[in-house]
């Protein structure tokens, strides 16, 4: 399950990338427009930025903007940028990946055959699926449940 920092951050560069005739936005406007709560938003807009997602301009005139085009972000950097490595088990991890305490034989062992198995799945989707893609998703969806007709009296 991934953290609230990285749905609000789905949701906050969502708001972003969908609104068509802004490029600069504020922590105030994102926060309003997606229902997240703003002190919480700009450590998550920091953490953005610092990933190379975001850009941002301090003073009159600042704010934050995608530093590079929707289709170019991948759903993976954003759960990444707040969740680490999305490996179910450690001795997946990226970083010096040990055995399980509890696992004898790590070459052998069943659970991480299959959570091996898992991450790649996982690591697949996320990497593959842009914040453009994840959005033309949602308004595709959003189109079809508008185009249903109730018969329900």
């Given at each position: 399950m991934i953290s609230m920092r990285s749905k609000y951050a789905l949701k906050a560069l969502s708001v972003m990338a969908s609104t068509k005739d802004k490029e600069l936005f504020l922590i105030v406007e994102i926060a309003q427009i997606g229902n997240?709560?703003?002190?919480?938003?700009e450590t998550i807009l920091l953490t953005?930025?610092?990933?190379?997602?975001?850009?941002?301009?301090?003073?009159?005139?600042?704010?934050?903007?995608?530093?590079?085009?929707?289709?170019?972000?991948?759903?993976?950097?954003?759960?990444?940028?707040?969740?680490?490595?999305?490996?179910?088990?450690?001795c997946l991890?990226?970083?010096?990946?040990?055995?399980?305490?509890e696992c004898s034989d790590k070459?052998?062992?069943?659970?991480?055959?299959?959570m091996s198995d898992v991450h790649d799945a996982v690591t697949a989707i996320l990497d593959s699926v842009t914040l453009a893609d994840m959005l033309q998703r949602s308004?595709?969806?959003?189109?079809?449940?508008?185009?249903q007709i109730d018969f329900a009296i």
């Open positions: 997240i709560p703003k002190k919480f938003l953005m930025k610092s990933q190379g997602i975001l850009n941002s301009r301090k003073g009159p005139g600042g704010g934050y903007w995608l530093a590079k085009a929707p289709s170019t972000i991948t759903i993976g950097s954003i759960v990444r940028a707040f969740e680490g490595d999305l490996a179910p088990v450690q991890g990226s970083s010096s990946s040990p055995a399980c305490p070459a052998t062992c069943g659970t991480r055959l299959v308004e595709f969806e959003r189109q079809k449940l508008s185009q």
